[in-house]
């Protein structure tokens, strides 16, 4: 644990501002499409996931959170505009990396910290950790913390919903690294050949742990994956949030309208580490590269988009960023305040009474 | 009282099940039209339609994770391996996923996972195992091995009743080799209770699944020589019910136990460290157990008559160890 805290070092806290940044020029057309409570809560979100993450960091390098811990920082746009997609009757799977769009789903900050820190009163009462989070009256499924293991949970969910003739539709979220594995083509076949409403989003961070997407995958254009399954796709700019809203979108009224799945890759970076034991650059990527990747922050590019158009002035950014830290103090302070589970709680909840 | 074979009586189980309770569904490959490889699912599909009764892909994997995710929404999962041997292609979506995501998150995966196990019909190395313990060493799971056409019905229906992931493995050589008296209507067979299948009082051998039979044969013989066994018939193996293999135990004071599965990690070491924890004083004799060798199961029917254990075995070792 010592060396792994040194060697992730401490995390620099993100200047927000768009300070510099040029706006997106693909991602002003759709902002002038959306309307303006949409974007500041989009916005909002994704400050808060940032905000979130850095104090995630903090209490790692504090020892005041455990194990393994993956984080979201670089891919918000992702998680947010995916999720801003949905109803609240339908469904998200995610994998270890899930903080962020537990975040975007509307978990509570206080108890999804309070799991990071095993405390009794997180969503999983301290038994799954970072990689477990879950909230099903939120229709937040997980939360996995096996490369993959939810691609063919989320077939299961869709068709049951199909089943019980509910017109949800569900999101299910994996890296890239996960298309290599068999059970990712086992679902997509099965989703497609059972016409399940379900959505694959494959996040491109071009990284599985360490080893770029170069040397692990045959094919870097990972939608057409799809194509072997007679399966709608996409690929997007995964650093734009309004881009990835709108090709999930157009994803979801596919799976209520006709039945049919999509895969979509949404192209991203992390900006972090794998988890926090590694350090941002090193062995496999340069400082160079991470720096020239944050000049693409989707967060400092939306915040430009946003006041180019007049949507959001710098003191509603400010302000933004205080309501965020708050919100985000006060999940903390939450955790801090929460006890530790008790020792028999150990055998709870291994079967259903 | 009818009397019907041992695949009868599972398919029966799950029959009535699928008219009682809309949730309950079944998939696996070759299940519908085909009716199962071992026609477990015979006339299935023609009676509750495509939509329950759902042919898949050869793909364990998704199999078993759908049959998790439909779990979660509420729906009430059968998921047949056409070889429990297969189930090792979907091996993490059991002891990943369902086995642990009560634990994780209490929420409910009622789903059954069945399909046959065992030897004794030339199938080689990869259609022949007993690969129940891979699951036993797995909280969260519980694993079902009935022998008798009776526990096969009640345990089907228990089974697919139960909130938590159920492993029911059926005994491929007693498809159509055994029949018993199988009550009409509804009765479940509870998860966790063993059976005495002969009462005895010099030793008691406790076994499971086909070796039951293998059990009752060697008593029946050993009978003639005076000597008396005892039968225990565990039906399930994770929970396994303690206090009957206690109690048999010291009534009888000498024990053999028997499995079809390999000798290290099976459950006879598992029943012999609790004796050895909880009824060392009741041991007149050396805890014996009767396995399977550790290796692969062979193909060839004399080395595979080998591997097995059989009645004569069984009534060897227990001559020697009523003369101890």
Known sequence: MEASHAAAGTVQLTEVSASGTPPGPMQIDRAQRTPPAVLKDLLEKMLLIRRFEEKAAELYSMGKIGGFCHLYIGQEAVGVGAISTLGPDDYILASYREHGQALARGLDPGEIMAELCGKKSGVSKGKGGSMHLFDKPRGFLGGHAIVGGQIPLAAGVAFAEKYLKKPSVTLCFFGEAAVNIGSFHESLNLAALWKLPVIYICENNRFGMGTPIERTSALYDLSQKACAYNMARGCVDGMDVLAVRETVAEAVERARSQSAPTLIEARTYRFMGHSMSDPVHGHYRTKAEVEEQRRHDPIKVFIATLESLGVVSPADIEELNEKVRDSVEDAVAFSERSEEPEPLELHTDVYVP | ?324
């Open chain 2, 1 to 324: 009282m009818p009397v019907m074979t041992y695949l009868d009586a599972i398919r029966q189980g799950i029959w009535e099940e699928m008219e009682r309770d809309p949730s309950v569904f079944l998939l696996g490959e070759d299940i519908g039209d085909y009716g199962g490889a071992f026609k477990v699912t015979a006339g299935m599909l023609k009676k509750f339609g495509a939509e329950r009764v759902i042919d898949t892909p050869i793909s364990e994997s998704a199999i078993v994770g759908a049959a998790v995710g439909a779990a979660l929404m509420g729906m009430r999962p059968v998921a047949e391996m056409q070889f429990m041997d297969f189930i090792s292609c979907g091996f993490d979506q059991i002891v990943n996923m369902a086995a642990k995501i009560h634990y994780r998150w209490g929420a409910k995966v009622p789903l059954v996972i069945r399909g046959p196990s065992g030897a004794g019909v030339h199938g080689g190395p990869f259609h022949s195992q007993s690969n129940e313990m891979w699951f036993v060493h797995t909280p969260g799971l519980k694993v079902v091995v009935p022998a008798t056409a009776y526990d096969a019905k009640g345990l089907i229906k228990a089974a697919i009743r139960d909130d938590n992931p159920v492993l029911y493995f059926e005994h491929k050589f007693l498809y159509r080799r055994i029949k018993d008296e199988v009550p009409e209507g509804d009765y479940t067979v509870p998860i966790g209770q063993a059976r005495v299948a002969r009462e005895g009082t010099d030793i008691a051998v406790i076994t499971y699944g086909a070796m039951v039979w293998t059990a009752l044969e060697a008593a029946e013989q050993l009978a003639k020589e005076g000597v008396s066994l005892e039968v225990v018939d565990l039906r399930s193996l994770l929970p396994y019910d303690e206090q009957a293999v206690l109690a048999t135990v010291r009534k009888c004071n000498k024990v053999i136990l028997l499995h079809e599965g390999t000798r290290t990690g099976g459950m006879a070491g598992e029943l012999a460290a609790l004796l050895a924890e909880k009824a060392f004083e009741d041991l007149d004799g050396p805890i014996v157990r009767i396995t399977a060798p550790d290796t692969p199961v062979p193909f060839s029917p004399p080395l595979e008559e080998f591997f097995l254990p059989n009645a004569k075995k069984v009534a060897e070792a227990a001559r020697k160890l009523a003369a101890y």
